[in-house]
């Protein structure tokens, strides 16, 4: 199982982006998906989930800006961004769990996000 991440990039303050996370079999064998960030120097940190039932969770930083919404019919979960700030900058992953056994999880390779002042 693999999860893909894309759509990261460069971006000015106060601009959008939608990132992807797409899974290599189906989603249907996920329960929680979210996403993660790490800015340099820091520790990864919890930006969004959703749950299989489509309930969702935001980092206070983010809630109201950010959003996050799956399409299992495209196995796929976004991450739709918006009003960016210089602090969104990260490296921001997919993170999925196992609907079978939540101890199993899995992650994304990361992709760029950089937001200029």
């Known amino acids: 199982v693999q999860l893909q991440a894309s759509g990261g990039g460069l971006v000015q303050v106060g601009g959008s982006l939608r990132l992807s996370c797409e899974t290599s079999g189906s989603i249907s064998g996920f329960g929680t998906m979210a996403w993660y960030r790490q800015a340099p120097g820091k520790q990864r940190e919890l930006v969004a989930s959703i749950s299989r039932g489509g309930r969702t969770n935001y980092a206070d930083s983010v809630e109201g800006r950010f959003f996050i919404s799956r399409e299992d019919i495209k196995h796929t979960v976004y991450l739709q961004m918006n009003s960016l700030k210089p602090d969104d900058t990260a490296v921001y992953y997919c993170?999925?769990?196992?609907?079978?056994?939540?101890?199993?999880?899995?992650w994304g390779q990361g992709t760029q996000v950089t937001v200029s002042s």
């Open positions: 993170y999925g769990v196992s609907i079978f056994d939540d101890r199993i999880n899995y």
